[in-house]
């Protein structure tokens, strides 16, 4: 299974994405700004209409706060791929429920350089965070 889903990363997920992502740093001024980019909650422009949608709830942890996003998915337009032009990684390739601003991951990967490796306490540090300003994160 972890193969399958690092080879569907590898060769699926993140090629598609490297674009968009680019566009994101761009818009953003390499994430000194928050584009707007409306951050609708309905289809994506890019499917065909032929597809079947799922409808997915996404946590999006922001660097103040985390909400709730509805999001539209297919074939022609992934959640990765939506989550992406609005800044997030989506934290799994094909149904994710939870997503992480760019932003954050940036600071997480300067605090990883500078720190012992140890993910159960960034883990358990975020996860307090975001309790005492109200999220609760069922994930264990």
Known sequence: K????????SEEVIPSLISPYLGYIWQSASL??????GCSTGGDSRCSGFCRPQS???TCVLFDHALFVNISCCKCSSAPLQLM???LIACTPVAPSLAVDIRVLELVKHLFVWMTPNSTAWCETLETFLNERGYNLNTK
Not at 2 to 9: D, N, S
């Open 56 to 58: 997915l709830a996404v």
């Open 2 to 9: 972890k193969q399958k889903q690092w080879r569907r990363w």
């Open 85 to 87: 032009t609005r800044g």
């Open 32 to 37: 000194q700004s928050i584009p707007d980019l």
